[in-house]
């Protein structure tokens, strides 16, 4: 939000997947009905991930000095991913956070993969990807007291059972890859040749797969036109630690 009171004209910021951007905008002009909302684009900003260092406290300060920035916020999805930046196109980053350096969208990826922290429509296919295996009861993303939403039903009656048998891990292959990389959605299986699920998508040696959590630390494979391309998946630090039960 951008407003600072209710006296204030309300004024909210969505972050989404630049690649379904048209999409979401007639998604969200469906359900305005009559209601005086506008719903643009803002080309004039630029979006940053400040990722926390590799030093004891790092993940929860920052320099003081962000007062440039148009919005600094903690990432809501989880500590390990320090902070979500919007300042105007064009900014100088290292006067927002001095001491910062600044890196490239697959340095963030990397991180996020390595994390298991999915984000996107490659992670997260539209119309495929189940909100509760996708661990977004983690990382603020499912509310179960707001009122009726489409799938609340499935998704509430889950979370109840407590019974989620597949979840998005991540996951990491021995160098060196395939030439060609590893297709998303190819199958996972385990030794024995069992199904354990499907990779979603990577970069380099880390990616993110939907698999059961049965199969988890047992060793897994992917078959590649008859070769076998090993791959090792592990459970998130900052899961609750009765998730991966």
Known sequence: RLHGSTAE?????????S??????????????????????????????AVIPGEQPGDASSLPKSAD??????????????????IAKKGANLSEIIPGSQVGDVQDYHRHR????????????????ALP?????AFMNG????????????LTARTHHMGVIRKRLLPV????????????????ILTESGKPAGKFRAGGGE?????????????????DLGGDRVKLSATTPEWWPKAAAK
């Not at 004209?9 to 997947?17: R, Y």
């Not at 048209?22 to 209601?35: A, E, G, P, V």
């Not at 916020?73 to 991913?81: C, I, K």
Request: net charge neutral; glycine share 8%; proline share 11%.
């Open 113 to 128: 993969y390595k994390q298991g922290i999915p984000e996107g429509v490659k992670d997260l296919p539209p119309g495929v």
């Open 132 to 136: 509760l295996e996708s661990n977004l």
């Open 19 to 48: 690649s379904v951007l048209d999409s979401i905008q007639k998604h969200l002009k469906l359900y305005k009905i009559r209601r005086k909302v506008t719903i643009s684009p803002c080309p004039d900003l630029s979006l940053w």
């Open 9 to 17: 004209e309300p004024h909210i910021l969505l972050e989404c997947d």
């Open 68 to 85: 440039r920035a148009l919005l600094l916020t903690p990432d809501p999805r989880a500590e390990v991913m320090g902070w979500r930046l």
């Open 172 to 187: 990491r292959f021995p160098a060196p890859l395939p030439s060609a990389g590893i297709p998303e959605g190819a199958e």
């Open 206 to 222: 880390l990616g993110i797969a939907l698999l059961r959590l049965a199969h988890v630390n047992e060793p897994l494979c992917i």
């Open 142 to 153: 499912i509310s179960f007291t707001k009122g009726c939403y489409i799938g609340q039903e």
